[in-house]
RNA sequence: GGGGACGUAGCUCAAUCGGUUAGAGUACCGGCCUGUCACGCCGGGGGUUGCGGGUUCGAGUCCCGUCGUCCUCGCCA
């Protein structure tokens, strides 16, 4: 905009307020020129007579002179929205400001007008340290004026933008699939919305578009992709809202292996043109067996060590009698080598906190030694023992080896914490390097804890690996599915898979989810019908991409990539989402309020 | 729904064991200053200690309830 603006700077009116430049790129190469900055007034610094103002625009600052004949300049405060005129002149060496791009030179004004006057802001743009994110959300639009935030927003479109030319450049055809749809049976709770026109009718918002890019390959398109808005009301954590992003995407007459080639052209695509940094492909593979026993996790963080290894073979020679009891109720006794490090006494007991956030009940340690170590273990590695216990563990005299002896997920689950507490405690890891990972061969089935009925690993669509399903009574919780994840240094950031085409396999699957035949007709008739007018082989994938955007900008919180996140109660401080509506409206949609809810509702 | 942490000036925080008129920095307002860039100096205003109740001679502090924020477990195909 500036050059165009600039080359007819010499038709501009004298009193044209818009700016030539932005606050962002002027040089020492400008020197000389008359130009016209638009901008907030960042900071101001009065000297009598003569009075400095930093000007800002998600561009940049640049410092703006003022002179003595600018009295009104003192009644500038911080937020103010300015136009400044004026000549750009070079600094004196000495006051040169390095630390600026726009340190070499200045705007000497000539004609200063006020824009826009801003109250005492709750917010101050300039600080470093933040306000309580209360306030931040708040005022999110002073927060997001914070150049911090303006660079989280700005790599988060480079991030997504790199992303859209690479599927385009593979062939995808981005189609946009309703916001207004249907209700899906299992997953996670819908967002309903009523219907004004279909009393006692609800619209869903989609969890994601599964059936619709589903039936995109069943129309033909081959290659879809979509920025998808996602919607599902669960409770927030710091990696998750309530509406939130996918890179969603499908393609036709694929395997596992093809999906996954186009994903890593892709992410190193986007990698490259995003953020400069070359990855490394293919991205290795993980079986969630091995994944669970190597890691404890289905989403490992793999640029550490620090490996779970079984010890169930030692406990049993041991006299250790809390492994023992451990093993004899079908448990395992598991253990992690967490190097020589230096833990006091207090250190090492506070492991044993962590390890409880995964359920242990407790965590055994041991210092390792030939001579049998220390530690509450030491008695009970004595002799060849010792020796063995640490070839088991790969350990070296003085070693910390921690042990956790439970049901098979409690005692992963709790060295998993333990791991990734190591993790961050010994910086074992360079926030710099990406170790992506894709983790294949789940279970197709998963049954709920008191062992009734089963549920979909992935999803209802995900084909197993054996179109047969095992043949008639076979156990459904020994099938393998295809589905697929994408995980990145402990973070889930998508996941995908091979989909069932074959009407008869769907129809079987939702059978052995206990969804009958009218409920499939009601909800999924036109899915199984489609499938039955020759539906190609298909699968996709879905990243999500605030996360991935979160993940690539150093950040924990998914808020920071967020223009305007919710709170963990799934508020929106800003514009007081959501809240009671008037009665003519609630009736206008069927709606009577019965309750808590008309209580709480407006008066 | 459960657990933990937090809530004091516009903002960030302090306030000893329950005890004088709740302080500081910053921001804001007024004054001074012609080379600052976290400018500096002088002065000033600003408080329902989230809200409600209780204990006490006395509550920011202790107790109960409630609202809100964060993290987390469950949950999130």
Redesign the pocket.
């Known amino acids: 905009m500036s050059s165009s603006a600039a080359s007819s700077a010499a038709a501009r009116r004298a009193d044209d307020w818009r700016r030539t430049h932005t606050c962002g790129e002027l040089r020492a190469s400008h020197v000389g020129q008359r130009v016209t900055l638009n901008g907030w007034v960042h900071?101001?610094?009065?000297?009598?007579?003569?009075y400095?103002v930093?000007l800002r625009d998600r561009h940049g600052i640049t410092?703006v002179?003022l002179?003595?004949q600018f009295s009104e300049a003192?009644?500038l405060?911080?937020e103010d929205v300015i136009a400044v005129t004026g000549t750009v002149v070079a600094?004196?060496p000495?006051?040169?400001?390095a630390?600026?791009e726009t340190?070499a030179i200045?705007l000497?004004a000539e004609r200063l007008e006020l824009l826009s006057k801003a109250k005492?802001?709750?917010?101050?743009v300039?600080?470093s340290?933040?306000?309580?994110?209360?306030?931040r959300?708040k005022y999110r639009y002073l927060d997001l004026r914070r150049p911090a935030m303006q660079k989280n927003l700005v790599h988060r479109a480079r991030f997504i933008s790199a992303m859209r030319a690479a599927f385009e450049r593979e062939g995808f055809i981005e189609v946009e699939t309703p916001v207004l749809t249907k209700a899906?049976p299992?997953?996670?709770?819908d967002y309903l919305v009523p219907s004004r026109v279909h009393p006692g009718s609800f619209f869903a918002l989609p969890?994601?578009p599964?059936i619709f890019k589903q039936i995109l390959m069943v129309a033909g398109l081959d290659r879809y992709f979509q920025v998808a808005r996602c919607f599902?009301d669960?409770?927030?954590?710091?990696?998750?809202q309530p509406d939130f992003t996918q890179l969603d995407m499908e393609m036709s007459f694929v395997e596992e292996e093809d999906v996954f080639a186009l994903w890593e052209r892709v992410l190193v695509a986007t990698f490259r043109a995003a953020l400069g940094v070359e990855l490394t492909t293919p991205f290795p593979r993980l079986r969630h067996a091995e994944a669970m026993e190597r890691y404890g996790s289905d989403k490992p963080d793999a640029r550490f060590g620090l490996e779970l290894r079984d010890v169930a073979a030692w406990a049993r020679k041991s006299e250790f009698k809390v492994f023992h009891g451990a093993l004899e109720r079908g448990g395992r006794v598991l253990a992690l080598n967490a190097g020589n490090v230096p833990f006091s006494r207090k250190e090492v007991e506070e492991l044993g906190a962590i390890a409880a956030?995964g359920g242990a009940k407790g965590l055994a340690w041991w210092k390792a030694d030939v001579g049998g170590g220390t530690g509450p273990l030491a008695r009970f590695a004595a002799g060849p023992l010792a020796a063995e216990l640490m070839s088991l563990l790969s350990a070296q005299a003085g070693d910390l080896c921690l042990f956790v002896a439970d049901a098979q997920a409690v005692a992963r689950k709790s060295l998993n914490e333990v791991r990734l507490h190591l993790r961050n405690k010994l910086r074992l890891v360079d926030p710099k390097q990406f170790a992506f990972r894709w983790v294949t061969h789940f279970p197709l089935f998963t049954r709920d804890?008191e062992g009734g009925r089963w549920?979909?690993?992935?999803?209802?669509?995900t084909a197993p690996e054996d179109w047969s399903l095992g043949g008639a009574g076979a156990d459904p919780g020994a099938l393998m599915s295809r589905s697929y994840d994408l995980v990145m240094n402990g973070w889930e950031l998508g996941s995908g898979s091979i989909r069932i085409h074959r009407p008869e396999v769907q129809e079987r699957v939702f059978e052995i989810l206990g969804i009958g035949p009218e409920e499939r007709q009601e909800k999924f008739g036109f899915l199984l019908e489609a499938l039955s007018y020759g539906a190609p082989p298909h699968g996709g994938f879905a990243l999500g991409l605030d996360r991935s955007a979160a993940l690539t900008a150093g950040l924990d919180?998914i808020?920071d990539v967020i223009a305007f996140p919710?709170?963990?109660?799934a508020?929106d401080?800003m514009c007081q989402a959501p809240a009671p509506v008037r009665p003519e409206q609630l009736a206008e949609v069927h709606i009577q309020l019965a309750g808590q809810a008309l209580k709480k509702s407006a008066p």
């Open positions: 900071a101001r610094r009065d000297h009598g007579g003569i400095f930093d410092q002179v002179g003595a003192v009644r405060s911080s600094r004196a000495a006051n040169v400001n630390e600026r340190g200045e000497m005492t802001p709750p917010i101050d300039t600080a340290d933040l306000p309580a994110l209360e306030t959300l899906t299992e997953g996670a709770r969890q994601s599964q599902r669960e409770d927030l954590r710091a990696d998750r956030l804890e549920f979909s690993e992935h999803h209802p669509f919180n808020r919710k709170t963990a109660s508020a401080l």
